[in-house]
């Protein structure tokens, strides 16, 4: 079984950087993708994006493009979702989640997922 164990969010202020990790550990790795989801209070949790973890290719939804940026280090483990300009409406549940094999499409194709760590943006 894979772990996955989410650190670095908090409180910021519209317009501030915050940025998420999430380390992953439990088995040798091969192939597999890492991602990142949210979910705002009253709203369904929505993808914010993945990288493919031997490639580092990056694919990012349309509400955090150009403000968000998803990197990986391979020796850690570990993924990384930075966030800049941040926007009150992006206060939420921030989840990772882990997937073996090959590219996912949907939510429910992810093998493990992370607890979940709040990022609450201010006005």
């Known amino acids: 079984q894979v772990q996955l164990v989410e650190s670095g969010g908090g409180m910021v202020q519209a317009g501030g950087s915050l940025r998420l990790s999430c380390a992953a550990s439990?088995?040798?790795?091969?192939?597999?993708?890492m991602a990142w989801f949210r979910q705002a209070p009253g709203n369904e949790r929505e993808f914010v994006g993945t990288?493919?973890?031997?490639?580092?290719?990056?694919y990012y939804a349309d509400s955090v493009k150009d403000r968000f940026t998803i990197s990986r280090d391979s020796a850690k483990n570990t993924v990384y979702l930075q966030m800049n300009s941040l926007k009150p409406e992006d206060t939420a549940v921030y989840y990772c989640?882990?997937?073996?094999?090959?590219?996912?499409?949907?939510?429910?194709?992810?093998?493990?997922w992370g607890q979940g760590i709040q990022v609450t943006v201010s006005s």
């Open positions: 989640a882990f997937k073996f094999g090959g590219t996912p499409t949907y939510e429910s194709d992810y093998d493990y």
């Open positions: 439990g088995r040798a790795f091969s192939t597999y993708y």
């Open positions: 990288i493919t973890w031997r490639v580092g290719i990056v």
